[in-house]
Nanobody, 123 residues
Framework: QLQLVESGGGMVQPGGSLRLSCAVS????????IGWIRQAPGKEREGVLC????????NYTNSVKGRFTISRDNARNTVYLQMNSLTPEDTGVYYC????????????????WGQGTQVTVSS
């Protein structure tokens, strides 16, 4: 059974860092792209970053450029989202999701989703 489980969320002060993990089970990660999508309170879901099966990256939002990075460890079936220089505007629930195939979708439409992890940036 396919599962995506996010972890690493929490509360952090502005300027701080967090690393989110997405542990995938039930499928070999080698063949699929994985994306991170977030939803701020009262707002629609917003794509953040995606990494393809061969390491190609799509950035869905300019607001995270230079601050967030995505990486994958296929041996551990895990994808990471490193978030630096966090601001209150980064607050929200962060979801990881599996794409339909090995390519990152040009728009953040994914086949399977995790339950999400809360990130709160506040002083």
């Amino acid at each position: 059974q396919l599962q995506l489980v996010e972890s690493g969320g929490g509360m952090v002060q502005p300027g701080g860092s967090l690393r989110l993990s997405c542990a995938v089970s039930g499928v070999t990660l080698d063949y699929y792209a994985i994306g991170w999508i977030r939803q701020a309170p009262g707002k629609e879901r917003e794509g953040v970053l995606c990494i393809s099966s061969i390491g190609g990256i799509i950035n869905y939002t300019n607001s995270v450029k230079g601050r967030f990075t995505i990486s994958r460890d296929n041996a551990r079936n895990t994808v990471y989202l490193q978030m630096n220089s966090l601001t209150p505007e980064d607050t929200g629930v962060y979801y990881c999701a599996r794409a339909y195939d090995n390519r990152c979708p040009l728009t953040p439409e994914y086949r399977y989703w995790g339950q999400g992890t809360q990130v709160t940036v506040s002083s």
